[in-house]
């Protein structure tokens, strides 16, 4: 399987990002695409995750900031992350699962945000 992040990088708190991951290679179609982080010396935590209907789930700290949206002929997942706090810097994974809910993912994308 391949992904191909991008988008990450530094930018000063209350700034935006938007994160692009283009998945292949999967076993069986794709049903759940998302991201997840982790920041140092912390362990990997949800961000959000979107199924094939469209149906999206949020982490409390990032509603009403970042929105994940996907294209379902191409694999595509995105992250727009809007008023950015220096607490959301972190390292971007993203990860689907199969219908099978086999999970995969991404190496990651560095997200650096300064206040």
């Known amino acids: 399987v391949q992904f191909v992040e991008s988008g990450g990088g530094s930018v000063q708190a209350g700034g935006s990002l938007r994160l692009s991951c283009v998945v292949s290679?999967?076993?069986?179609?794709?049903?759940?695409m998302g991201w997840y982080r982790q920041a140092p010396g912390k362990e990997r935590e949800l961000v959000a995750t979107?199924?094939?209907?469209?149906?999206?789930d949020y982490a409390d700290f990032v509603k009403g900031r970042f929105t994940i949206s996907r294209d379902n002929s191409e694999d595509i997942v995105y992250l727009q992350m809007n008023s950015l706090k220096p607490e959301d810097t972190a390292v971007y994974h993203c990860?689907?699962?199969?219908?099978?809910?086999?999970?995969?993912w991404g190496q990651g994308t560095q997200v650096t945000v300064s206040s």
């Open positions: 990860h689907v699962r199969n219908i099978l809910n086999w999970p995969y």
């Open positions: 290679g999967t076993p069986f179609n794709i049903n759940v």
């Open positions: 979107i199924n094939t209907s469209g149906s999206t």
